[in-house]
């Protein structure tokens, strides 16, 4: 049986007006995940809440990294914690 879990991660760097929140929405529906994905204005930052699969979750994380190609990410904060079940699909938060 697969393990679920939530992924709660912070992207820092170049990550506002480059698509990052429709290239995290792609992904995270790709890998079958719920959850948002938000700019973070006063940090110049986007948070991501995913749950679904741990290796899933693992695989968006890796993209996170990465980012699109316009992307310049410097760090990414990351917090695992237990599957709630509190999202029905994946979408761009406000």
């Given at each position: 049986?697969?393990q ?18 429709h290239?995290?929405?792609?992904r ?9 994905v ?23 994380l ?5 980012g ?5 990410v ?21």
């Amino acid at each position: 049986m697969t393990q679920r879990a939530a992924l709660h991660a912070v992207i820092y760097g170049f990550v506002h007006g480059v698509n990052f929140r429709h290239f995290v929405l792609r992904r995270a529906r790709e890998l079958g995940l719920t959850g948002y994905v938000r700019n973070l204005s006063r940090e110049r930052a986007v948070e991501v809440i995913a749950e679904g699969d741990r290796d899933k979750l693992e695989q968006l994380l890796r993209q996170l990294e990465v980012g699109p190609s316009l992307a310049g990410v410097k760090r990414v904060q990351v917090d695992w914690s237990e599957y709630s079940g509190a999202y029905s699909r994946f979408r761009i938060g406000s």
